[in-house]
């Protein structure tokens, strides 16, 4: 948005701003405008944003460097408040994160979460591109949208609902173990057994949020002129070929996308949905980094320990987003942000 | 959808009138047969077990016990399982908690988003980039459990609804979402408007904010969402039993397996079955969102696709 002369000389002049302020959308931002002055011009926007940045400072800024109990030997019963007591707490170094090293259960922790990251990538991931490949092939308006509708549903199911739902129908007195009891069969309890835990886990991340990812990849379709198939098929190009070279081309920025995110978020995985099965199944089988954090921390107090497992989380996390966000920049896609 | 098509250089009716492209082969009867057969098994899959669950909370203790635990197919229907369960107790109590801590968190957290959208909005305005990046800094780490715990511990905040609603009412996708549509809003009003005289807060209330209705309503539907099935945050920072919302009652009751209180004697006597209620607080924590999802629905790919695209 260009300015005219003598809007500049407007805003250059000491009169309030209010009035002769011309772009809505982009503040002029002329070298002559003392930065005071463009304080005052913009103070309500700064305002506005404030009760925000509150919120960011302290719950995700301040614990940032709260992550500092875990260099020390932080003790909880030291004083009243949990400020206090990290300003009091000995310090130690790197003892935690050596300790870390020789922990079984931490590398324990480490390979479950890796196996359900790769099952989800292998499993999950391409559920919801068939999903929208397939809603997409019904002409009909009216199917695409009840079918979007009952598949979009779950999403918005709690994980507390969602594993409950799971637990009547493949639990031991599940639905599915009545029947077959009742047909003369043994049952079975699908949600106890640690070897198909990971499995189950899976099952339950596609009932809830497959439909979900569909929207993204529906959006991405919609977005195809319709020229490049009618061109196509002037050209004898019959229905598979027009998959192949032209839906699925369409969907591939947004497949980049998404791996990028997925891969970023490769150590976080189902943190909730696993704590709530935990029990059920044993921590041997269930164990990821965050329910040990979980455990380790809040449960048995070991906060410096703890800490220290979620630093080195956090740095592999960050390493991960960084490294898959320059993949998809060399595969010559946008990936998260742009170079 | 239908605009989409007519757009292609003509459309041409099928068998039974529905709209087809000129350019697409006349699907073969058993293709369109045997998706129409998977189409419905799929949606089958996410319904059977609802149906299941609402099926039980509303069956008498003999139709449960005909069944062997749960019906599928409904007969003698009674609603005593939901008036035993909110007829005050546990489950009423953790029913309201649940439904007031989504309220008024959702409301903080929209007033909040609003605001910083806006706010972060109008590109060029003095600090709007380091702002904008404090923000967006955010999105690449997470500070931790840990220390996230001990600040709101340190805060004073545990066994308090606070905490609750705080540490999690802002979600920065959301802003940015809010962020990119209130960028697309038509300027030349946002402009006129200023003109005429008119502050920042005026013009997002009476210009910016009724232009995005379909986006407001989009995010406020996932932040009510995310107050109303959340559990983890209360199951650490909450030890009052009396404290806890639905989610974590719900958990107690039917993941673990514990009797209701105040509800023991009515199964034990078998004028209620546990099942039955246990069901019931399912549908409960389920209907909100049900209900809702529905109505926002039309907007949720815009919503999406800016924050997809933009974000």
Partial sequence: MSLSTDDRRAQDSRTPPVKTRAAAGDRPVTKEMPLRHRLRRDRTLILMTLPAMVLLLVFAYIPLAGNVVAFQDYDPYIADNAFQAIAQSPWVGFEWFQQMVNDRLFWSALRNTLAIFLLQLTLFFPVPILLALFINSFVRPRVRAVAQAILYLPHFFSWVLVVTVFQQMFGGAGLIAQTLRENGHEGFDLMTDPGLFKFLITFEMIWKDAGWGVIVFLAALAAVSPDLYEASAMDGANRWRRMWHITLPALRPVVALLLVLQVGNALTVGFEQILLQRTAVGPGASEVLDTYVWNVGITNGGFSYAAAVGIIKGIFGLLLVLGANKVAHLMGEQGVYKK | ?311
């Fill in chain 2, 1 to 311: 959808m239908l605009s989409g098509l007519t757009g292609l250089g003509g459309v041409k009716p099928g068998t039974r009138g529905r709209l087809r492209p000129v350019w697409e082969e006349e699907p073969s009867k058993t293709g369109l047969a045997s998706k129409g057969v998977v189409m419905v098994l799929i949606c089958l899959a996410v319904l059977f077990p609802l149906w299941v669950v609402i099926v039980t909370s509303l069956s008498s203790v003999k139709t449960i016990t005909e069944a062997g635990g749960l019906v599928v197919i409904p007969r003698g229907i009674t609603f005593v399982a939901y008036q035993e369960l909110l007829g005050g107790g546990q489950v009423t109590r953790a029913a309201l908690i649940s439904v007031c801590v989504t309220v008024v968190g959702t409301l903080f957290s929209m007033a909040v988003s609003i605001l910083c959208a806006y706010g972060l909005s109008r590109t060029g305005s003095v600090l709007h980039r380091p702002l904008l990046v404090f923000m967006l800094a955010t999105m690449f780490f997470g500070a931790g459990l840990i220390p996230t715990y001990l600040v709101v511990q340190g805060l004073g905040l545990t066994d308090s609804y606070l905490a609750l609603i705080l540490p999690s009412a802002l979600n920065v996708f959301n802003i940015l979402v809010l962020r990119a549509f209130f960028m697309s809003t038509a300027q030349e009003l946002v402009e006129s408007a200023r003109i005429d005289g008119a502050g920042d807060f005026r013009i997002l209330w009476q210009i910016v904010m009724p232009l995005s209705r379909a986006v407001i309503a989009v995010i406020t539907l996932f932040y009510a969402v995310g107050y109303w099935s959340a559990w983890f945050n209360a199951s650490i920072y909450i030890s009052d039993p009396d404290m806890l919302p639905l989610q974590n009652v719900m958990n107690q009751l039917v993941l673990k397996q514990e009797r209701p209180t105040g509800l023991t004697q009515v199964i034990n006597t078998g004028h209620l079955s546990l099942l039955a209620v246990q069901m019931a607080v399912m549908v409960l924590a389920l209907i909100p969102v049900a209900f809702l999802s529905p109505f926002v629905q039309k907007h949720f790919k815009e919503g999406m696709l800016t924050g997809a695209v933009k974000g």
